[in-house]
């Protein structure tokens, strides 16, 4: 372990220097994730899948507060199902992978590994629904997908990624469209509540929505170099897949009707997100609500009589309040460990020895302001409860000043550019609506529209872009 | 919702005519499963998966308190990894899908869906052990994993099915064939204590164990039919992995050594095992710790006074006391109500009505013996844990019995034989330990070894087979 602690604490590269290495050597040191002999394909490995079993437990209990349940489709998709739908065919199929042979024969159709599973669950559907009784369904799956992008990079782009996928039925338009709406508040309270991400609320443009859905709500975020990050999209299909799939129900009046669908997905490229926005050049820095430890207890002079005793009682104390807490009595010297859960991110570090027993106190650190407070060991559980929700608040705030003071109105595509090139973040601006213009933006100051934000501000009557009519304000700006 | 009761409420097939198609019936009817166009491929419904994650949340608990930590590895693996160890190789190969393209490009190297995931835990291993340090190495996944079967059946035969996978390193022999025996009784406290199934608990012979393995403890169950069900299994490795993929760690003594190896599965074939260990005629029937609803609450002439302000009283008092409990006040008529939680397999339906409400009380019918009982509702939780451990001990009682009854010993091939033709069940013989034998029994009697059992008697000195000198006592039996 000693060995393994050096190779931690070596000096990770500086963010400002080089945030792409910064961010990869985060992922290893912290081990988060190891590579794997395939291309995109990378091991979760147990303190970065604790990170997802965290969003996984505070996301299901959500999902089952509002009603859905969990169910399990096949990984497996025949190539004419996947096809049932045209624009959500176009969208994936160039990036299934295919499953053509069985042991030594070969399929007489091939199968795609899911991408998404929106094809099972409409043929799945086909076969139960008859009634208005049978609906509203509101399900949803934890799984992981598969689509064979170019490019890869540790959780922002696997071949392979986990994630949930929710699918809802539903016998009227405004029900699934208030479902999407619903899923999309959801994800926004566990980005801002649970990760401490502030979001832009927003919803798609017709270019960026999901291959197949009418419209998309998106939640982006501002990570520390001031990229955009997309965590979480919601999708309202209306009756299009349902069509596709023949699904129809008998409503009350007797008539065979047509239900609506929604779809929204959440993955572990959230956890992407937790790092960049809010590591440092220490490591990672973990929100205290999702950190797999929230406390690490490091026994100053061990050895010594009592010493390894107060520490576990400090611990049962902390444990038995409800808090995430390990102890760290190996032979390893402070300095490395202090260095090791630095790197892993753990919001609070508590050191207790002879000086400290004697005066019925502890030390405690903060992982994100590096803070050293000396507390009495009286109410130690209400001090760290107030101290976990004082870092969560202090890191929601830092990184809502990082989106705010990084995002500017633009009046021309030349405005745009300039300050994409000079100060980079968000680039909000008026806009006609118009794919061209879009593009244009795309090509020539090198953004994508994140969202047409919730939140509408009117900072004249036209485009941008064009100097035609404008019809929204855009958020634009460089993506993950 | 009507329709759907009508039927769900069709006469299923008697078990005692077609034991077959009354399985078949229950999965279908008590909405456990759905098939999909892919053969051997299946969805698994909410009331199916709610069952799937009851189990879930048992284990994982189990897991976690000796120790695990859970990991996602990737669900595809390299032809050239496979290869790495000859017998596991062998093993699966000739049942593994293999994914040939992503996207339009044919892939350089085929890559399988994983059949089990030694190989993949390995490979990573190598990049991340060098110390003794760093061991024990204690690792679960929740994953699905496909294997090219040519028949299928619901739960007991999936191409594709879920499970969780252990995997863990040691430094030495003896302390993962501790780990080995600790998770096999981690799985025979789930059959008993949650799941109201008797094991017989043993190890495989050479012929029926593990692609790999040194050592496969399993356990058995009878069902109803007197068939034999596996019913998880704990491999032990040696160090055989450990050398095929290369991992070495530097130990105490400064010496290079390799590490021990084991793995343990537990899938969703144990909800086949549930089905026809405790199913009846009228449909499914659950224990009731694994059971999604434990406690269906029917109003009776629910349009009168205060009925159902009664009802959900009721249930808030019995939510509160931790229990899982619904309440339908739905339209339909009670005696569909009753016949829908019947074949959906509520451990306790619960009515209550206006000439109940005068006297306190309520009706509990239990859905295993159909004993109706009038109780007050003055503690209503202490009567409801009482009767769903009642419940549950009697579930456990009867399936004893069923194995008890049904177990024979045998002394020579012929009673063997003829005792698996007349009555069926497990026959017990002692044998010599040659695989020449246990093909004998195979092709004579149609009976796989089912395990060498851990408490073995001394049934003679000789194998009945061959009549050389005997090595074990043999469970055998006709196997699902």
Not at 241 to 248: N, P, Q, R, V
Not at 439 to 454: F, H, Q, V
């Amino acid at each position: 372990m000693a060995q393994d602690s050096k190779k931690q604490v070596e000096q990770i590269t500086d963010m400002e220097a080089d945030f792409t290495q910064w961010y990869t050597d985060v992922c290893i040191k912290a081990e988060l994730i190891d590579y794997t002999s395939m291309k995109g394909i990378f091991v979760l490995r147990p303190y970065g899948y604790a990170i997802w079993e965290n969003i996984q437990a505070y996301m299901d209990k959500k999902f089952k507060e509002t009603g859905h349940v969990n169910v399990a489709m096949p990984m497996l998709i025949p190539e004419s199902l996947l096809q049932k739908e045209k624009d959500h065919v176009e969208g994936f199929a160039p990036e299934c992978a295919w499953v053509t042979h069985g042991g030594s024969e070969e399929l007489e159709e091939r199968l795609c590994i899911r991408p998404t599973s929106e094809t099972l669950f409409c043929d799945h559907w086909s076969h139960i629904v008859q009634s208005h009784r049978d609906l509203p369904l509101l399900y949803n799956q934890w799984c992981s997908v598969l689509r064979w992008e170019k490019t890869s990079r540790p959780f922002l782009r696997h071949r392979e990624f986990l994630w949930q996928e929710g699918h809802t039925l539903h016998a009227t338009a405004e029900e699934a469209i208030e479902e999407t709406e619903r899923m999309w508040n959801v994800y926004a309270d566990v980005c801002e509540n649970l990760l401490a991400m502030p979001v832009v609320k927003g919803y798609k443009t017709d270019k960026e929505k999901f291959a197949g859905a009418e419209r998309t709500y998106t939640l982006e975020c501002m990570m520390h170099d001031k990229k955009a990050l997309q965590n979480g999209t919601s999708h309202y299909f209306g009756d299009g897949f349902a069509k596709a799939f023949g699904i129809a129900f008998t409503d009350k009046d007797n008539q065979q009707k047509t239900p609506f669908e929604t779809s929204w997905g959440y993955s572990t490229r959230t956890i992407a997100g937790i790092i960049m926005t809010h590591g440092d050049n220490r490591g990672l820095v973990l929100p205290p609500r999702v950190a797999p430890t929230q406390v690490i207890i490091i026994p100053v002079a061990q050895h010594k009589e009592g010493v390894l005793e107060a520490n576990q009682k400090v611990m049962d104390t902390l444990k038995a309040a409800g808090f995430r807490v390990k102890m760290d009595d190996s032979d390893k010297a402070p300095g490395w460990k202090f260095a090791e859960y630095e790197m892993k991110g753990v919001p609070l570090r508590l050191e207790l020895g002879p000086k400290d027993m004697e005066k019925n106190q502890c030390v405690l650190v903060r992982r994100d302001s590096g803070e050293k407070l000396f507390v009495s060991l009286d109410g130690i559980g209400e001090t760290v409860a107030k101290l976990l929700d004082d870092i969560h608040d202090s890191l929601y705030a830092k990184a809502l000043k990082n989106l705010q003071d990084n995002t500017f109105p633009a009046y021309s595509l030349e405005e745009a550019k300039k300050l994409q090139e000079e100060k980079g973040g968000f680039i909000k601006t008026m806009w006609c609506g118009d794919l061209e213009c879009e593009l244009k933006m795309k090509e020539e100051a090198g953004m994508s529209s994140r969202c047409i934000p919730l939140e509408q501000e009117h900072l004249g009557d036209v485009c941008a872009i064009c100097g035609k009519s404008a019809k929204h304000m855009v958020y634009w700006g460089v993506a993950y």
